[in-house]
């Protein structure tokens, strides 16, 4: 049985072994200066900077260099400026893949089969058209003193051309302009000669400017040497004029030395006088001193026989004197102590007073309370006994309609009669003055006559309006409707005894 496993480990081992050997080789990776195109099942796929697996027989992969590609670019034949001038324009191009999928699958594309040099002989036909293109834009004095904007200009134009191969053009330069002509030589011949004459006339103007600057020295020395002797001799003077001024001070000097020798002679002999004085002074004040003394100890000596007294009369008087003062400070202690009690009893009397009315006050207020509510309960209860008097009589009255039609016809009418005549009558109401105009000899009188009877007609056509109205002679309903009167007796006294809107009386009929 041992045998056995570990003939089964190795044989598992070798086959671990042949799969990761078989895992490896298929396993493809690239550098950072590289991709991977991995082409055939599942589509294309591109790998840069990493590897994959690559399944034999079902899928291939190939490798394209992202690295920089640098080459010249020098058209074989001349190149024609706007001035129709030939020149032989050299230059160096860098131009790299760029580093996105689609420009990788794009470069892919184009040159995944071609070797190095048919890739460079492609890019080079490119760069070698645009470079024609705008050679033959510009002068010769442009391209020879501007290389920087023709090395602009292709980069700007090549740019859309090399994207569309999945290129990108890193850098771009000219390394060289000539010229069979000899333009470009004779180009800067005018610039020499110019240089040249500036230099002649420069050196010219140099040698003018050194001699009348020589002179100018020349001159400025000889100034000098004079300004020199001159002060020489002012020099002179003033050292004579010092050394006299020297002997001059000196002999002030010694003057002044001899006067303060006399003067401090003279300082000196006060000076003993002075300090015998003072000595005579001393003597006097220690004299005045031993005096002084001798009075200070007297004045001690008296202190003391004042103090003795003090301490009698401390024994015999101070002490009652004392006690007095301290029996007159318990009085009026205790009168304080009395003035505070009778101020605090009369606080808490004002406090008692303060509860009492506080007390009476809301106890007042609730009596007005009380007061307001039973003022409420009763006006509610005048409109409760108002709403159910007018509530009866409507009821008497709807069911004197429902009895009598002719007679709630003739109510209404008589109700609503004394209102239509008012508002007939309001126009005249709205009439601030009336002038009436008269001239007495009318056939109806005067004109105050005459708008009274017209007032009295309105009021007299009121039934027959009414009547014209209705259909109905007013005379007729009340002679068909029995017991009318009695109904309207009722109704008064129903409105006699309901009281008014305030709540204070009755409504009269």
Do not use: W
């Amino acid at each position: 049985m041992t045998t056995i496993a570990i003939t089964i480990a190795i044989i598992l081992a070798l086959v671990l072994v042949l799969i990761l050997a078989l895992i490896a080789r298929m396993f493809r990776k690239v550098g950072p200066n590289q991709a991977l195109i991995i082409y055939g099942l599942g589509g294309t796929h591109i790998v840069t900077g990493g590897g994959r697996l690559v399944i034999p027989m079902l899928q291939s992969a190939r490798e394209l260099s992202l690295e920089l590609m640098s080459f010249d670019v020098s058209p074989e034949r001349d190149l024609y400026t706007t001035q129709g001038v030939a020149v032989n324009v050299e230059a160096v191009a860098q131009i790299k893949v760029k580093n996105d999928p689609t420009s990788i699958k794009t470069a892919a594309e184009q040159f995944l089969t071609k070797s190095p040099q048919e890739r460079e002989s492609l890019i080079r036909l490119v760069m070698e058209g645009h470079l024609r293109g705008i050679i033959g834009q510009l002068t010769v004095e442009q391209i020879v003193k501007e290389p920087e904007m023709v090395s602009d200009r292709v980069r700007a134009n090549v740019a859309e051309d090399l994207s569309k191969m999945g290129l990108e053009i890193v850098s771009f330069t000219i390394k060289e302009v000539r010229d069979e002509n000899e333009y470009i030589a004779n180009m800067g011949k005018p610039d020499i000669a110019r240089i040249q004459k500036e230099a002649n006339i420069a050196a010219a103007e140099a040698a003018r400017d050194t001699a009348i600057r020589q002179a100018e020295t020349a001159r400025e020395a000889a100034v000098a040497q004079a300004l020199a002797q001159q002060e020489t001799v002012i020099a002179q003077t003033a050292s004579e004029a010092r050394q006299a001024e020297a002997r001059r001070d000196l002999e002030l000097k010694k003057a002044e030395y001899l006067a303060a020798v006399k003067k401090q002679q003279a300082i000196a002999d006060k000076t003993y006088d002075i300090q015998a004085n003072v000595m005579q002074q001393q003597v006097v004040a220690e004299q005045v001193r031993v005096q002084r003394i001798e009075r200070e100890e007297q004045i001690k000596v008296q202190e003391a026989e004042i103090a003795r007294r003090e301490r009698e009369l401390q024994a015999t008087v101070l002490k009652a004197a004392e006690a007095e003062r301290q029996r007159i400070q318990l009085l009026a202690e205790a009168e304080r102590q009395r003035q505070i009690l009778e101020a605090l009893g009369r606080a808490e009397a004002a406090r008692t007073q303060g509860q009492a009315e506080a007390e009476v006050a809301r106890v007042k207020g609730q009596a007005q309370a009380e007061v307001i509510r039973a003022t409420g309960e009763a006006e509610a209860e005048i409109i409760k006994a108002k709403g159910t008097s007018e509530a009866e009589a409507m009821r008497l009255k709807a069911e004197a309609f429902q009895g009598y039609n002719e007679a709630a016809i003739l109510d209404k009418i008589i109700t609503n009669l004394p209102e239509m005549l008012a508002k007939m009558s309001q126009p005249l109401s709205q009439v601030d003055r009336i002038t009436v105009i008269s001239t007495g000899d009318g056939a109806n009188g005067s004109g105050v006559n005459q708008v009274m009877q017209d007032l009295a007609r309105m009021v007299a056509i009121a039934p027959t309006l009414v009547e014209s109205l209705t259909g109905m002679k007013i005379a007729e309903l009340l002679e068909r409707v029995p017991g009318l009167r009695e109904h309207v007796e009722r109704s008064a006294e129903l409105q006699a005894i309901s009281p008014d809107q305030d709540g204070t009386g009755a409504k009269g009929s």
